[in-house]
């Protein structure tokens, strides 16, 4: 069975890190590209940032260039995501999902339950 387990949510005011991370199993990892998507409330999915299979390229949405960095160990089959600067506009349910692309990775079935990020003062 196919499973994603995200993790490492939570409220945090901005300006704040946090390190959300995505365990995977039931399938082959490592040959996988993989993404982060958010969707925040009332709101569409959002893509957020992808990675391919051995890492070597990395994409990001602007709205979080400079501040996310997406990150994977393949031998232990996670998927990070350290955010930096924290913003309001970065709350919302952030899931794992395979493809390094927005278009593969919000049209992909293999999906996670999900990790709440707050960002309030």
């Known amino acids: 069975e196919v499973q994603l387990v995200e993790s490492g949510g939570g409220l945090v005011q901005p300006g704040d890190s946090l390190r959300l991370s995505c365990v995977a199993s039931?399938?082959?990892?490592?040959?996988?590209?993989m993404s982060w998507v958010r969707q925040a409330p009332g709101k569409g999915s959002e893509w957020v940032s992808g990675?391919?299979?051995?890492?070597?390229?990395?994409f990001y949405a602007d709205s979080v260039k400079g501040r996310f960095t997406i990150s994977r160990d393949n031998a232990n089959q996670v998927l990070y995501l350290q955010m930096n600067s924290l913003k309001p506009d970065d709350m919302a349910v952030y899931y794992c999902?395979?493809?390094?692309?927005?278009?593969?990775?919000?049209?992909?079935?293999?999906r996670g339950q999900g990790t709440q990020v707050t960002v309030s003062a």
């Open positions: 999902a395979t493809g390094s692309t927005a278009r593969a990775a919000l049209r992909s079935t293999r």
């Open positions: 990675i391919q299979s051995d890492g070597r390229k990395i």
């Open positions: 039931g399938f082959t990892f490592g040959i996988y590209e």
